[in-house]
């Protein structure tokens, strides 16, 4: 038999609708939007971060995943209309 627990989930959204924090008992992760309503950050619960910047034509996307340890990892993707491609 397992260890059963019971875990509360909410979500809060803050006015703008620019950041959702999600909580799993003690554990919450938090997501960030820009004016665009894309996705930007997320934060999780130790500490890690995927991060996203976005051009300002909306061809090409940097994303970043930075553990909280260890080494990050940057990828960018490009799109020209038909399939999207990283480099």
């Known amino acids: 038999m397992g ?3 019971q875990v509360t989930h909410t979500m809060t959204v803050d006015e703008a609708g ?3 924090t999600e909580n ?3 554990e919450a992760i938090d997501y960030r939007y820009d ?3 894309r996705l930007t ?3 999780f619960a130790d500490g890690s971060q ?3 910047a976005f051009d300002p034509v ?3 996307v940097q994303e970043a995943w930075i553990p909280a340890s260890g080494p990050s990892v940057v990828r960018r993707w490009y799109f020209d209309g ?3 491609r990283w480099r």
């Open 50 to 52: 995927l991060q996203r």
């Open 3 to 5: 260890i059963r627990q």
């Open 18 to 20: 620019n950041r959702q």
């Open 58 to 60: 909306g061809r090409c």
């Open 82 to 84: 038909v399939s999207p």
């Open 35 to 37: 004016a665009d309503n």
């Open 24 to 26: 799993f008992g003690a």
């Open 41 to 43: 950050e997320v934060i």
